[in-house]
């Protein structure tokens, strides 16, 4: 089993919140200087960068979906979460968590994979009726 495991319902309804979380077994989420990140992949299109909180919980978020997207972190968990609101099916998609050095932010939401050296092995999420 890796150091990250998404987890999270497969199917959420539009208009309504996708919610998922990320476990993390090795390393602590509090940790310098770890950054964890939220990255999706449409069916038949690249990564998107979504968002991260950074060791010290603060959180930047990719522009174009910052009023619809939250990320927190439960610290005596050892986990972090993403909310979607209002989803559409265009939110369907393969759901990753990952692990970088350091803080590192994409507002073009195009993710660097060579900034990454941990990742959970995806959830895939429908939004479908």
């Known amino acids: 089993q890796g150091q990250l495991q998404e987890s999270g319902p497969g199917l959420v309804k539009p208009s309504q919140t996708l919610s998922l979380t990320c476990t993390v077994s090795r390393g602590s989420i509090t940790s310098t200087p770890w950054s964890w990140h939220w990255i999706r992949q449409p069916p038949g299109k690249g990564l998107e960068?979504?968002?991260?909180?950074?060791?010290?919980?603060?959180?930047y978020y990719m522009p174009s979906l910052k009023s619809r997207i939250f990320i927190s972190r439960d610290t005596s968990k050892n986990q972090f979460f993403l909310q979607v609101s209002s989803v559409t099916p265009e939110d369907t998609a393969v759901y990753y968590c990952?692990?970088?050095?350091?803080?590192?932010?994409?507002?073009?939401?195009?993710?660097?994979?060579?900034?990454?050296?941990?990742w959970g092995q995806g959830t895939l999420v429908t939004v479908s009726s």
């Open positions: 960068w979504m968002g991260v909180i950074a060791y010290d919980g603060s959180t």
């Open positions: 990952a692990r970088a050095d350091g803080l590192r932010t994409y507002n073009n939401g195009i993710a660097n994979t060579d900034d990454y050296d941990a």
